[in-house]
C-alpha cells in the first residue's frame, strides 16, 4: 500500500519560512513525478510545484522565487522550501506522487500551512 506522509506544517508570519516534507513508501521512486499541491478555504486544489525524477522543476507563477522544490530519492522523500510565505500562501497542502509509466497517481493526508500575523 502506498502512503506519502506530510511534515513541517504550521503557523508561521508573513516573511516567514517553513519546509514541507513528504516521505513515500514506493518501492521504486525514481519512477515517480512528485509535486505538491494546496487547497484553500472555498478553493479548487492548486498546483504549487512539480519535480521530475531527473529533477527538472515547475512551478505555479504565485510561488515563482520564493519557494523551491527538491527531491532525495535514496530517502525516497521530497521537500518544499517555502521562504517570503505571504497570508495568500494559507492553505492544505498535499504531496503527490505519479508513477511515469502507468500513471498511478498518489495523495498524502496534507498538511496545514497558516500564514498569520
Known amino acids: 500500500q502506498v502512503q506519502l506522509v506530510e511534515s513541517g506544517g504550521g503557523l508561521v508570519q508573513p516573511g516567514g519560512s517553513l519546509r514541507l516534507s513528504c516521505e513515500a513508501s514506493?518501492?521504486?521512486?525514481?519512477?515517480?513525478?512528485m509535486g505538491w499541491y494546496r487547497q484553500a478555504p472555498g478553493k479548487q486544489r492548486e498546483l504549487v510545484a512539480t519535480?521530475?525524477?531527473?529533477?527538472?522543476?515547475n512551478y505555479a507563477d504565485s510561488v515563482k522565487g520564493r519557494f523551491t522544490i527538491s527531491r532525495d530519492n535514496a530517502k525516497k522523500t521530497v521537500y518544499l522550501q517555502m521562504n517570503s510565505l505571504k497570508a495568500e500562501d494559507t492553505a492544505v497542502y498535499y504531496c503527490?506522487?505519479?508513477?511515469?509509466?502507468?500513471?498511478?497517481?498518489?495523495w498524502g493526508q496534507g498538511t496545514q500551512v497558516t500564514v498569520s500575523p
Open positions: 503527490n506522487a505519479r508513477n511515469v509509466i502507468s500513471q498511478n497517481t498518489y
Open positions: 514506493l518501492s521504486v521512486f525514481s519512477i515517480y513525478a
Open positions: 519535480i521530475t525524477s531527473g529533477g527538472s522543476t
